[in-house]
């Protein structure tokens, strides 16, 4: 890297790079979907999320002498290359889990699915899966976890096992060879496997699930009820399957303003490790004020407090609201690849449970404290 200031190129969705890396130099926003070598034949960083593939063809001949992902994943990176190359690299695993899991149960709130009673299994059991397995056990319901990686997990189960729970979240990442490759491990037979009237939640890497097989398996009568937030083929998602699922969302599950403002962070700590370069910038001054939700209306008995805390959850961040925008643009003139792009890009500011103070409400103390472990507070 030249000496001096350092030119950072960075993905245009990127939230807070100006505060994190404006002290190290100049700062050019892009698409990241359509970056090109040709863009970063003056750059000494690069900064992307997950829909740039940065690899050989992106950088050979560029002076980039630093990756960061501000994302959890690292499929869209050939690391192995960088390696090679002894470019440092670094994602921000984790940044999002949080909201994830988040995503997870207001999807079962919007659902109308009372999560008390009914049985989980994970597939993938990293920073997101990990941390929904400890909410799960905060709030006192079973779970089975698969994950090859991490054998020792003490809810760790066969994969058939895994899918034949009430609520099956898959959350592994996408790895297409070596001894446990998830492209299509939820295929057609393991689909077909799963009870009548489960709820299926994808939440990490479109192609783990087949989705024509899953699209076949919901035309063909199947009683499953489907949350997908991630696709085969984004941007371009197959708009068939779109009209089957019970809730489809453009790859937001992750999206709350916390989470990425977490992962530009994380990135900004690695490079300065890597590069020896300043400690990382005091946060960004951007606080938002903690915000009341409304007295729900619910009773004591059982059936009625779940309704209550859906209600409480539904007002901190509801699926359905992402759901139809992406059927509004699945309906609009154009193709839905640049409507999907578009409302990733165009996002609004979502916050975290953490933000919000329950106020006076008719739950009992035990569905408060459920409430309590999901994130919520109370004045």
């Known amino acids: 890297m030249r000496e001096g200031r350092i030119r950072i190129v960075a993905d245009e969705n990127i939230p807070a790079v100006e505060q994190y890396f404006g002290d190290l130099g100049s700062i050019r926003r ?71 899991v988040e995503y997870v149960f207001c999807a079962l709130a919007a659902l109308g699915r009372d ?20 909410r799960l056990h905060g709030l006192g319901i079973q779970c089975r976890v698969y994950d090859p990686w991490l054998p020792d997990n003490p809810d760790a189960a066969a994969l058939e096992e895994v899918m034949a729970q009430d609520v099956v979240c898959l959350h592994a990442p996408l790895v297409k060879g070596g001894l446990h490759p998830s492209l299509h491990m939820i295929d057609a037979s393991r689909l077909a496997a799963m009870k009548d009237g489960a709820v299926l939640i994808s939440a990490g890497r479109g192609a783990v699930v087949d989705n024509q097989a899953l699209l076949a398996l919901l035309e063909g009568g199947k009683s499953l ?21 019970d809730i489809g969302t453009p790859h937001i599950a992750g999206y709350s303003h916390d989470g990425k403002l977490a ?12 590069l020896g370069l ?44 992402d759901d139809r925008r992406l059927r509004d643009a699945a309906s609009a003139e154009l193709p839905l690849a640049q409507g999907f792009d578009r409302l990733r890009k165009d996002y609004p500011r979502r916050l975290e449970f953490s933000h919000y103070r329950g ?16 994130g919520l507070k109370w004045n």
């Open 359 to 374: 106020g006076e409400t008719a739950l009992d103390a035990e569905s408060r404290r459920q409430l309590e472990i999901l």
């Open 278 to 321: 300043p400690s990382v910038p005091a946060d960004p001054g951007d606080r938002d004020p903690v915000r009341s939700l409304s007295a729900p209306e619910g009773s004591r008995n059982s059936a009625g407090d779940f309704q209550a805390m859906a209600g409480l959850l539904l007002q901190m961040y509801d699926p359905r609201t």
């Open 263 to 274: 992962g530009t962070r994380m990135v900004r700590e690695a490079l300065s490790r890597a």
């Open 225 to 245: 009820t489907t949350v997908l937030d991630v696709w085969e083929n984004e941007p371009d998602i197959d708009q068939a399957l779109l009209g089957r699922v």
């Open 115 to 134: 999560w008390r009673g009914l049985n989980f299994g994970i597939v993938g059991c990293g920073n997101v899966g990990g941390l929904l397995q400890r």
């Open 30 to 100: 892009l698409p990241g979907r359509t970056m090109t070598r040709e863009q970063l034949l003056d750059a000494d960083v690069l900064l992307v999320r997950s829909v740039t593939q940065v690899d050989r063809e992106l950088l050979e001949g560029t002076p980039v002498a630093f990756v960061g992902s501000c994302t959890i994943g690292t499929d869209h990176l050939d690391t192995a290359w960088l390696d090679r190359q002894t470019v440092p690299w670094s994602a921000a695993p984790g940044c999002n889990a949080n909201s994830v």
